[in-house]
Structure formats: C-alpha cells, structure tokens
C-alpha cells in the first residue's frame, strides 16, 4: 500500500476517534447543552443537560409535561447516537482496510456513512438553534424556576436570540453543543478522506477491484 493511503488511512481513524470522543463526550449526563445565569443580588446559573434541568449544585428541575425544551434536546441526542453508532462503523472498516482486503462495496459504504455521519451531527448541532424558543414556550406554559425566574425569561431577549446577555440575565450555549459543533465539522472533513478511500485502486495489502 502507498504511504499516501496508509497517511489517508490513519488520518481518517484519528479523526473518526475524534468524533466518537466528542460524541460520548456530548452525550455525558452533566454535559450542559445550553445554560443561563442570572445576576439578582446573587449570581445562579442553570444548565440543560441530559440530566434535564439543572439547578445550583445539580439539582434537578422539573421539566412541564410534553416540555418543548426537553423534546428539542432529546432528539439532539438522538441525533448524537446515531452518529456515535456511524462513527463506530466506519471506524472499524478503516481499521480493517489497512490491513486486509475491503470490497469496494465495502469503500462505497464507508464514503455513504461518512455522508450521513456529517448530517447527522449538523443536524443535532442545528437543531439546539430551537431551543432558546423553546425555554421561552415552557416558561410560558408554567415551567416553575426558584424565584420566579421564568419571568425575566420571557422578559428577555432570549426567545429571539440564541445567545445574549442585559443587566441581569445571560444565556448561551454550553460545552456540549460546541462539541457537536466541532464533530459536525470533522465530519465534513471525513468525506473528503473517505472519498479519497473510494476513488483509489489500493487500499489495504491487496489491490481492490
């Protein structure tokens, strides 16, 4: 095999190992998505997280019933999973394909998956865009926060910007969907390593027809 497609090979593994870190990272019950702080006299800053709604010291908030918020960050995760399980996948079939023979169909596959794996991590990545209108719906549907703070919610800007800040709230995403970011990202770039996979007549110690 070329040193151009061992480098190609490994390049692909190292980002592959990247996106399913980042993934399992993402998808860790403390990882907060999305958090808010407010600044009364005192400062408390609450994460959403798959923990769900998490107050000062972890404590968990209840969601409303059929919570807007909770269904938005859910099906972020589910979104999560799935490319977790592409990752997994293509990362196996990269491995193999260093070593042994691996059917074009095999390759084909591979560039398919990769396709998918980058939709699948932009779409968890686009989705949580949502969810500040959907805190706003919640707290207007009687989501109940200590000191009544729902209603400097919906005195705020948040249900119309993603991320901001006034005198006495502030609102952004967290470190989870900057990993999402960051994974939807790596993942554009697969395509373009797996498309180099595909397109080459050696892959592996054996010449692939």
């Given at each position: 095999?070329?040193?151009?497609?061992?480098?190609v090979?490994?390049?692909?593994?190292?980002?592959?190992?990247?996106?399913i870190g980042?993934?399992i990272?993402?998808f860790?019950?403390d990882?907060?998505w999305y958090?808010?702080?407010f600044?009364?006299?005192?400062?408390?800053?609450f994460?959403?997280?798959r923990?769900?709604?998490?107050?000062?010291?972890?404590k968990?908030?209840d969601?409303?019933?059929n919570?807007?918020?909770?269904?938005t960050?859910?099906?972020?995760?589910?979104?999560?999973?799935v490319?977790?399980?592409f990752?997994?996948?293509?990362?196996?079939i990269t491995v193999v394909?260093l070593?042994?023979?691996?059917?074009?169909k095999g390759?084909k596959?591979l560039?398919?998956?990769?396709?998918l794996?980058?939709?699948?991590?932009?779409?968890?990545t686009?989705?949580l865009?949502?969810?500040?209108?959907?805190l706003?719906?919640d707290?207007?549907?009687g989501l109940s926060?200590?000191?009544?703070m729902e209603?400097?919610?919906?005195?705020?800007?948040?249900?119309s910007k993603?991320k901001?800040?006034d005198?006495?709230?502030?609102?952004?995403?967290s470190i989870?969907w900057?990993c999402s970011l960051?994974?939807?990202?790596i993942?554009?770039v697969?395509i373009?390593l797996?498309?180099?996979?595909?397109?080459?007549r050696k892959?592996?110690?054996?010449?692939?027809?």
């Amino acid at each position: 095999m070329s040193k151009h497609n061992i480098i190609v090979g490994i390049v692909t593994i190292l980002f592959l190992a990247a996106v399913i870190g980042l993934n399992i990272y993402s998808f860790l019950p403390d990882t907060n998505w999305y958090q808010f702080t407010f600044t009364l006299g005192f400062s408390a800053t609450f994460g959403i997280n798959r923990g769900g709604l998490m107050g000062e010291g972890g404590k968990n908030i209840d969601w409303n019933t059929n919570s807007k918020t909770e269904n938005t960050l859910y099906t972020c995760f589910a979104f999560v999973v799935v490319s977790f399980a592409f990752a997994c996948i293509m990362l196996l079939i990269t491995v193999v394909a260093l070593f042994k023979r691996v059917h074009k169909k095999g390759r084909k596959a591979l560039f398919v998956m990769s396709i998918l794996l980058c939709i699948f991590n932009a779409l968890a990545t686009l989705l949580l865009l949502r969810l500040n209108k959907a805190l706003c719906q919640d707290a207007t549907d009687g989501l109940s926060l200590p000191f009544s703070m729902e209603k400097n919610i919906l005195d705020s800007d948040i249900c119309s910007k993603f991320k901001g800040s006034d005198s006495i709230f502030s609102w952004g995403p967290s470190i989870g969907w900057y990993c999402s970011l960051a994974a939807a990202i790596i993942s554009f770039v697969t395509i373009f390593l797996t498309s180099s996979i595909l397109h080459t007549r050696k892959f592996g110690y054996h010449v692939i027809h």
